[in-house]
């Protein structure tokens, strides 16, 4: 038998259990929080006012912060790209439609959430030259992105594993930057955003969990080959307006790094926890060819990590066109 119809053999096994998971890691949605719970209403007589108080405080977070909240909503919204990639994975099926399939478009329903707030406080906030947005966000998902992963389910889950940590960090730090500057409902808004991105990431460790409990040694290779290739942001290609595709990925991970919403030392940290979730070091029944790649994924995070410890990042002053001056 083929490794893909392996795969697809594996997808069908796990499948059986794909309302467990739902029940697990997904929220009923008459039940989940929804945009217009953290926005003002535009119903209400104090909706100007609550538009005021937002723009007034606004002006208290620089222009770094407010890059990054952007570049994080550019990628929230671009979701139309990754449901198409996920429904492309071997073992998912539309037709007929299979419990994998179900389970992309209900997690990527509860992610698409996350733009559709972030852009309305974007917009609220005066702050932000809402077109060069609007245009940032039709280039990425027009470019679309290629994680290294083609149609190989493992490959694509240590990848939303890995993603759905490092957005959660971000979202999570930008709260607390959020929260130090008084700004309590954005800190609110992206708190509630990092929970969300949490429960996805238990939710596709555990479908690794299960992959490595049932066909361990190219569970191991793919999670290797993933870690060699690096993980790649599914911002990668963000450009702006008459800009070459991924012209403005560097400068915008360099503004990220720079007030610390996402590090270096993050990705080597998400590393360390998905080879201790995962419990590599003990798995049993390995080829010899995956005990390598076992070793050389338990030396890996030290070896980052120096690498990152060696790394300079830059105070340029970047003028990015989303941007309005405070």
Same mark, same amino acid.
């Given at each position: 038998?083929?490794?893909?119809?392996?795969?697809?053999?594996?997808?069908?096994?796990?499948?059986?259990?794909?309302?467990?998971?739902?029940?697990?890691?997904?929220?009923?949605?008459?039940?989940?929080?929804?945009?217009?719970?953290?926005?003002?209403?535009?119903?209400?007589?104090?909706?100007?006012?609550?538009?005021?108080?937002?723009?007034?405080? @606004?002006?208290?977070?620089?222009?770094?912060?407010?890059?990054?909240?952007?570049?994080?909503?550019?990628?929230?919204?671009?979701?139309?790209?990754?449901?198409?990639?996920?429904?492309?994975?071997?073992?998912?099926?539309?037709?007929?439609?299979?419990?994998?399939?179900?389970?992309?478009?209900?997690?990527?329903?509860?992610?698409?959430?996350?733009?559709?707030?972030?852009?309305?406080?974007?917009?609220? !906030?005066?702050?932000?030259?809402?077109?060069?947005?609007?245009?940032?966000?039709?280039?990425?998902?027009?470019?679309?992105?290629?994680?290294?992963? !083609?149609?190989?389910?493992?490959?694509?889950?240590?990848?939303? !594993?890995?993603?759905?940590?490092?957005?959660?960090? @971000?979202?999570?730090?930008?709260?607390?930057?959020?929260?130090?500057?008084?700004?309590?409902?954005?800190?609110?808004?992206?708190?509630?955003?990092?929970?969300?991105?949490?429960?996805?990431?238990?939710?596709?460790?555990?479908?690794?969990?299960?992959?490595?409990?049932?066909?361990?040694?190219?569970?191991?290779?793919?999670?290797?080959?993933?870690?060699?290739?690096?993980?790649?942001?599914?911002?990668?290609?963000?450009?702006? @307006?008459?800009?070459?595709?991924? !012209?403005?990925?560097?400068?915008? @991970?360099?503004?990220?790094?720079?007030?610390?919403?996402?590090?270096?030392?993050?990705?080597?940290?998400?590393?360390?926890?998905?080879?201790?979730?995962?419990?590599?070091?003990?798995?049993?029944?390995?080829?010899?060819?995956?005990?390598?790649?076992?070793?050389?994924?338990?030396?890996?995070?030290?070896?980052?990590?120096?690498?990152?410890?060696?790394?300079?990042?830059?105070?340029?002053?970047?003028?990015?066109?989303?941007?309005?001056?405070?």
């Amino acid at each position: 038998m083929s490794i893909q119809n392996i795969r697809k053999e594996v997808m069908k096994t796990l499948e059986s259990k794909i309302h467990g998971f739902v029940d697990d890691f997904l929220i009923p949605i008459e039940k989940i929080w929804q945009p217009t719970d953290f926005l003002p209403n535009s119903q209400d007589e104090n909706f100007i006012e609550e538009v005021k108080e937002i723009r007034e405080i @606004s002006k208290e977070l620089d222009d770094d912060f407010w890059t990054v909240l952007i570049g994080d909503t550019i990628t929230e919204e671009a979701l139309p790209t990754y449901e198409s990639w996920l429904m492309e994975l071997d073992g998912v099926a539309q037709d007929p439609d299979n419990g994998w399939a179900k389970w992309v478009r209900a997690w990527t329903a509860e992610e698409n959430r996350h733009g559709d707030v972030l852009n309305k406080y974007l917009y609220l !906030s005066g702050r932000v030259n809402m077109r060069e947005v609007e245009i940032s966000t039709q280039h990425l998902i027009a470019d679309g992105f290629d994680i290294g992963t !083609s149609t190989d389910p493992y490959k694509n889950f240590v990848y939303t !594993s890995f993603q759905e940590l490092a957005t959660y960090i @971000s979202h999570n730090n930008v709260a607390k930057i959020a929260r130090k500057k008084g700004h309590k409902l954005l800190a609110r808004m992206s708190k509630i955003i990092a929970g969300d991105e949490m429960r996805h990431h238990k939710a596709y460790t555990a479908f690794v969990k299960e992959i490595f409990r049932i066909d361990p040694s190219e569970m191991m290779l793919a999670f290797e080959k993933m870690m060699r290739h690096k993980i790649v942001m599914p911002a990668m290609h963000l450009r702006e @307006s008459f800009e070459a595709k991924g !012209s403005l990925f560097d400068d915008f @991970s360099t503004v990220a790094q720079r007030i610390g919403v996402y590090t270096g030392y993050d990705y080597v940290d998400i590393l360390r926890k998905l080879n201790a979730a995962w419990e590599i070091d003990k798995i049993t029944g390995l080829t010899a060819e995956a005990e390598k790649a076992r070793d050389y994924l338990m030396k890996l995070p030290d070896r980052m990590y120096r690498i990152t410890e060696r790394i300079v990042i830059p105070d340029t002053d970047f003028k990015f066109k989303w941007m309005i001056p405070a």
